[in-house]
């Protein structure tokens, strides 16, 4: 491999676990990384297939969901901060192509990637782990580079959700490889559900709940993979309307305003958190005023109803007063609605069921490393409707890198058979 390759390929491998130290570390890598990848893609002239990208039903969908959030960006009261979002994910979903044609099209590059992505989640993943239930004073270490105080009681909580997106992957190394990398993704695979449970100690509910519920999406999977790609558009598209309807049901049983917020612990439904249920059934109310168009991209917690503040009676000793919605809903589906519409909802629905459409096919063919990419779609899919928005740059650029890597393997498992 030249030099530039050599590069490229260790910039985007280090990338993912430089997010335990921030979004800057993480920014840093990662966009020398697109620089490099950048530079082979104009000067071998790749943008030249991007119009069969386009032409696919994955590209045309993708298309009309862009389009469509454009369409509402025009009529947001803040058209330029949902512009500015816009623009970055388009830029985010292109990227991922662009990396993705060059994972699949040069394997030196693809196998140095993924085997410095392991490495470098063996270090970081190791060093959180000290940390947390070894030696806790390793977190000066960390410290040196905070401007605020660090406690390890918070320390890499926002990780754990990118560790939960790495276990797939993980997985897939400890099933196909051989020799040292296995061992390593054997290893790694219980750190990384400890760093997660965090000795118990402020647990990231998140992580855990995505990989739970990702179990339940691979279980779902494996059935639906029996079915032709018709059927399975048509009883995929069934079961999401199902969980609809039941999810709209279960937002009409959440306090909503005006209401008694000292009262609120003895009405509120056992999960999730209080603050959350009241969150989301504010948004709920704002989804029913812009049903249609949606209010424009990460722009929600700009509405003066988001700002109206309510006192939360969270346990026994424990009263707040806070914003009804102080930043985002904490629940992507219910983001995308209230930020899209709803037509902007069901074309993202559309978006996800092509892709996993795509894989289910895949591997009914024999590609079974297609059960990889499946893996990271259900854990990061599922986590994402309890934290980070949707629209954080930094959890939208993990999830389009590992996808990226992940549909490359599919790729690379293909020529191999």
Same mark, same amino acid.
Request: glycine share 6%; net charge positive.
């Given at each position: 491999?030249?030099?530039?390759?050599?590069?490229?390929?260790?910039?985007?491998?280090?990338?993912?676990?430089?997010?335990?130290?921030?979004?800057?570390?993480?920014?840093?890598?990662?966009?020398?990384?697109?620089?490099?990848?950048?530079?082979?893609?104009?000067?071998?002239?790749?943008?030249?297939?991007?119009?069969?990208?386009?032409?696919?039903?994955?590209?045309?969908?993708?298309?009309?969901?862009? %389009?469509?959030?454009?369409?509402?960006?025009?009529?947001?009261?803040?058209?330029?901060?949902?512009?500015?979002?816009?623009?970055?994910?388009?830029?985010?979903?292109?990227?991922?192509?662009?990396?993705?044609q060059?994972?699949?099209?040069?394997?030196?590059?693809?196998?140095?990637?993924?085997?410095?992505?392991?490495?470098?989640?063996?270090?970081?993943?190791?060093?959180?782990?000290?940390?947390?239930?070894?030696?806790?004073?390793?977190?000066?270490?960390?410290?040196?580079?905070?401007?605020?105080?660090?406690?390890?009681?918070?320390?890499?909580k926002?990780? &754990?959700?990118?560790?939960?997106?790495?276990?797939?992957i993980?997985?897939?190394?400890?099933?196909?490889?051989?020799?040292?990398?296995?061992?390593?993704?054997?290893?790694?695979?219980?750190?990384?559900?400890?760093?997660?449970?965090?000795?118990?100690?402020?647990?990231?509910?998140?992580?855990?709940?995505?990989?739970? %519920? &990702?179990?339940?999406?691979?279980a779902?999977?494996?059935?639906?993979?029996?079915?032709?790609?018709?059927?399975?558009?048509?009883?995929?598209? %069934?079961?999401?309307?199902?969980?609809?309807?039941f999810?709209?049901?279960?937002?009409?049983?959440?306090?909503?305003y005006?209401?008694?917020?000292?009262?609120?612990?003895?009405?509120?439904?056992?999960?999730?958190?209080?603050?959350?249920?009241?969150?989301?059934?504010?948004?709920?109310?704002?989804?029913?005023?812009?049903?249609?168009?949606?209010?424009?991209?990460?722009t929600?917690?700009?509405?003066?109803?988001?700002?109206?503040?309510?006192?939360?009676?969270?346990?026994? %000793?424990?009263?707040?007063?806070?914003?009804?919605?102080?930043?985002?809903?904490?629940?992507?589906?219910?983001?995308?609605?209230?930020?899209?519409?709803?037509?902007?909802?069901?074309i993202?629905?559309?978006?996800?069921?092509?892709?996993?459409?795509?894989?289910?096919?895949?591997?009914?063919?024999?590609?079974?490393?297609?059960?990889?990419?499946?893996?990271?779609?259900?854990?990061?899919?599922?986590?994402?409707?309890?934290?980070?928005?949707?629209?954080? &740059?930094?959890?939208?650029?993990?999830?389009?890198?590992?996808?990226?890597?992940?549909?490359?393997?599919?790729?690379?498992?293909?020529?191999?058979?």
């Open positions: 491999m030249e030099r530039f390759e050599t590069a490229k390929a260790v910039l985007l491998g280090i990338s993912i676990p430089m997010a335990a130290f921030g979004p800057a570390p993480l920014a840093v890598t990662l966009g020398l990384a697109v620089l490099l990848v950048l530079r082979d893609f104009i000067r071998e002239k790749r943008y030249l297939d991007l119009a069969e990208a386009a032409r696919a039903p994955l590209g045309l969908s993708l298309l009309l969901l862009l %389009g469509w959030c454009l369409l509402g960006a025009l009529f947001s009261s803040e058209k330029t901060f949902s512009l500015i979002t816009l623009l970055r994910t388009a830029l985010s979903v292109l990227l991922c192509h662009v990396i993705f060059q994972l699949r099209d040069k394997q030196a590059f693809f196998n140095l990637a993924v085997k410095t992505l392991l490495v470098s989640s063996a270090i970081v993943i190791g060093y959180i782990f000290i940390v947390q239930y070894l030696y806790p004073e390793a977190l000066e270490i960390y410290a040196q580079f905070r401007s605020s105080d660090t406690k390890v009681r918070w320390a890499f926002a990780f &754990s959700s990118v560790a939960a997106c790495l276990i797939p993980f997985l897939w190394f400890s099933i196909t490889k051989q020799g040292y990398w296995r061992i390593c993704a054997l290893i790694l695979l219980p750190l990384a559900i400890a760093i997660i449970w965090r000795n118990g100690i402020n647990t990231s509910r998140s992580a855990l709940f995505g990989l739970a %519920g &990702s179990i339940v999406f691979l779902l999977c494996f059935i639906l993979q029996h079915f032709s790609k018709r059927r399975f558009y048509v009883i995929f598209t %069934g079961i999401l309307i199902t969980v609809s309807l999810s709209a049901w279960l937002l009409s049983a959440m306090p909503h005006p209401f008694d917020g000292m009262a609120l612990v003895d009405i509120a439904l056992p999960f999730p958190d209080p603050h959350r249920q009241v969150i989301w059934a504010r948004t709920a109310e704002i989804i029913m005023d812009h049903p249609f168009m949606g209010i424009g991209l990460n929600i917690n700009l509405l003066p109803q988001a700002q109206e503040t309510v006192t939360l009676k969270f346990a026994p %000793g424990m009263v707040k007063t806070i914003e009804f919605i102080p930043s985002h809903p904490h629940n992507w589906i219910l983001e995308i609605a209230v930020e899209a519409g709803l037509v902007g909802l069901a993202t629905f559309a978006c996800f069921t092509i892709l996993i459409g795509n894989l289910l096919h895949a591997i009914r063919v024999g590609q079974n490393t297609a059960w990889v990419p499946l893996g990271l779609i259900g854990v990061f899919s599922i986590s994402s409707m309890t934290n980070f928005s949707i629209w954080t &740059s930094w959890w939208q650029a993990i999830f389009f890198v590992l996808l990226a890597l992940c549909l490359a393997a599919v790729y690379h498992h293909q020529e191999t058979n």
